[in-house]
């Protein structure tokens, strides 16, 4: 029993131990969220959507910059 954790100490151990468990848990759902790199490629996927909408003939050079300009702006 020398080794034991007993009492307020083991209690208070034990809420340290699931307490940095429930920390790690919210921190990787956190991480694993939006992230700024991903709206920022998907604003770049749109924008080669866009432009190639534009080669095609499908958009005229106005409904490009109206477009573009509302990509970049964040619309």
Do not use: K, Q, T, Y
Request: glycine share 12%.
């Amino acid at each position: 029993m020398m080794w034991s954790f007993g009492g307020w100490f083991g209690g208070l151990w034990m809420v340290l131990f699931w307490g940095a468990i429930l920390w790690g848990i919210v921190w990787v759902a956190r991480s694993a969220g939006s992230r700024p790199e991903n709206v920022r490629s998907s604003r770049d996927r749109a924008l080669d959507i866009l432009e190639a909408r534009f080669a095609r003939g499908e958009i005229d050079a106005l409904e490009l910059e109206a477009r573009r300009s509302d990509l970049l702006a964040g619309h």
